[in-house]
């Protein structure tokens, strides 16, 4: 295979574009309307369904299929190689996990929508001296084989994976942002009810104090339901840890969270007492400041530059709304999210240790050893009845050689 054209798909490639350009291909003719045998094959009801929905069903139907399907022909020549070597060498191979069979099912339904957008210019070369349905099926599988065993001799799953792992950091600190905004106003909404309900209730001289007192606590809540939240948390990625199976996609992170100190000491100390839930959501709350500040920022910048309401007022709002979130991702993916994983790890009880130990170390101990030379004329001179000693001399530590080429 080395001497192989880099240009050119390589077989196995091919095979994978061939398999699933015919298994895509084939599913729809049998499910599309107004195929050829489809009157003695399926009932009428089913058809009659089909019909209403028009194409879109059959071609979501065997989109979904390659999934399943991908699967069970990544776990057949799995077997069939698996009995190869055990013919020719004797020994049982290397057992394959079954996240491996269905990794190559999703492969094949990502893949298979950018197959067939480029295959386009393939399928309307081979249509053209085509006029029958059987001819056209051929023209859709060879143009749609040929650009899936591109994709698949080019690495188009890597690609994928590198947005998807992008998209997934993108929405994850989204997801912490609405986390954000959420928790402060429903924990928030009884102090809320109250402080509206108290207005017509407490005298005016009390009222400005129990305004006070009720936006304290109302803040304060906040703060529990972020420290509720990353206690109950540490619970649950360390009830998925038990379970979440060695092969699978996320174990080594999953496993990598338990380790964390937050989570390790969950499980001993009761919510009142864990320390870091509670640094966690001081900083939860630090970063919402951030949020209002950046938001009020932005605001008065808009304002400034767009001014009132005005013709496309709405979309210019849309354009600000958009650039605000950005800037709350940014701001909490760069500054939120390193502290809270600094909380979590225990990493500043680690350098707080370090230095503890250093100043517990006496004063001498870099200090280098005695001469024992000197050491050895002191104790001869003691030998012979001579008073007079040297001081011991401590002998530097001899410097590296640094070469010279």
């Known amino acids: 295979?080395?001497?192989?054209?880099?240009?050119?798909?390589?077989?196995?490639?091919?095979?994978?574009?061939?398999?699933?350009?015919?298994?895509?291909?084939?599913?729809?003719?049998?499910?599309?309307?107004?195929?050829?045998?489809?009157?003695?094959?399926?009932?009428?009801?089913?058809?009659?369904?089909?019909?209403?929905?028009?194409?879109?069903?059959?071609?979501?139907?065997?989109?979904?299929?390659?999934?399943?399907?991908?699967?069970?022909?990544?776990?057949?020549?799995?077997?069939?190689?698996?009995?190869?070597?055990?013919?020719?060498?004797?020994?049982?191979?290397?057992?394959?996990?079954?996240?491996?069979?269905?990794?190559?099912?999703?492969?094949?339904?990502?893949?298979?929508?950018?197959?067939?957008?480029?295959?386009?210019?393939?399928?309307?070369?081979?249509?053209?001296?085509?006029?029958?349905?059987?001819?056209?099926?051929?023209?859709?599988?060879?143009?749609?084989?040929?650009?899936?065993?591109?994709?698949?001799?080019?690495?188009?799953?890597?690609?994928?994976?590198?947005?998807?792992?992008?998209?997934?950091?993108?929405?994850?600190?989204?997801?912490?942002?609405?986390?954000?905004?959420?928790?402060?106003?429903?924990?928030?909404?009884?102090?809320?009810?109250?402080?509206?309900?108290?207005?017509?209730?407490?005298?005016?001289?009390?009222?400005?104090?129990?305004?006070?007192?009720?936006?304290?606590?109302?803040?304060?809540?906040?703060?529990?339901?972020?420290?509720?939240?990353?206690?109950?948390?540490a619970h649950l990625v360390n009830w998925a840890a038990r379970w979440w199976p060695a092969d699978s996609p996320g174990y080594s992170r999953v496993q990598a969270r338990k380790a964390w100190k937050h989570n390790r000491t969950a499980t001993s100390q009761s919510f009142v007492r864990h320390t870091t839930s509670w640094h966690l959501a001081t900083n939860d709350a630090t970063n919402l400041i951030y949020l209002y500040l950046i938001a009020n920022v932005l605001g008065l910048f808009g304002f400034l530059l767009f001014g009132g309401p005005k013709e496309g007022a709405q979309t210019l709002k849309e354009i600000l709304g958009s650039a605000v979130a950005l800037v709350w991702v940014a701001v909490w993916h760069f500054c939120g999210w390193p502290r809270e994983v600094e909380i979590a790890g225990g990493k500043p009880e680690a350098k707080k240790s370090q230095s503890s130990a250093k100043k517990k170390r006496s004063p001498n101990s870099n200090s280098p050893p005695p001469n024992p030379v000197e050491q050895e004329l002191n104790q001869l001179k003691a030998s012979t009845g001579m008073n007079r000693m040297k001081p011991v001399r401590r002998s530097a530590q001899p410097t590296p050689e640094v070469p010279q080429w």
């Not at 084939?26 to 019909?51: M, Q």
């Not at 990502?110 to 249509?127: K, N, R």
Request: glycine letters at 4%; aromatic letters at 18%; one cysteine or more.
């Open 1 to 233: 295979m080395n001497n192989w054209p880099k240009f050119l798909p390589d077989p196995t490639s091919c095979a994978r574009g061939f398999a699933l350009s015919i298994s895509f291909w084939l599913i729809v003719s049998l499910l599309w309307p107004n195929a050829y045998y489809y009157s003695y094959r399926f009932s009428r009801t089913y058809w009659y369904t089909i019909r209403n929905s028009d194409w879109e069903s059959p071609i979501v139907l065997a989109w979904l299929c390659q999934i399943w399907l991908f699967a069970f022909y990544h776990w057949g020549v799995t077997k069939f190689a698996e009995w190869v070597e055990i013919r020719r060498h004797n020994q049982q191979p290397q057992a394959i996990s079954a996240w491996q069979h269905w990794r190559e099912g999703i492969i094949a339904f990502l893949t298979l929508p950018a197959a067939i957008v480029m295959g386009i210019p393939a399928i309307a070369l081979f249509m053209l001296p085509l006029r029958s349905f059987s001819g056209a099926l051929v023209a859709l599988i060879l143009g749609t084989a040929i650009a899936s065993a591109y994709l698949y001799h080019f690495r188009f799953a890597k690609l994928l994976k590198i947005l998807l792992k992008f998209l997934w950091i993108f929405y994850a600190d989204l997801l912490k942002i609405l986390e954000l905004l959420l928790v402060p106003t429903l924990t928030g909404t009884p102090f809320f009810l109250l402080i509206v309900a108290t207005v017509e209730i407490v005298p005016i001289h009390l009222l400005s104090l129990t305004t006070f007192l009720l936006v304290i606590c109302l803040l304060l809540s906040g703060i529990v339901g972020y420290a509720a939240l990353q206690y109950w948390s």
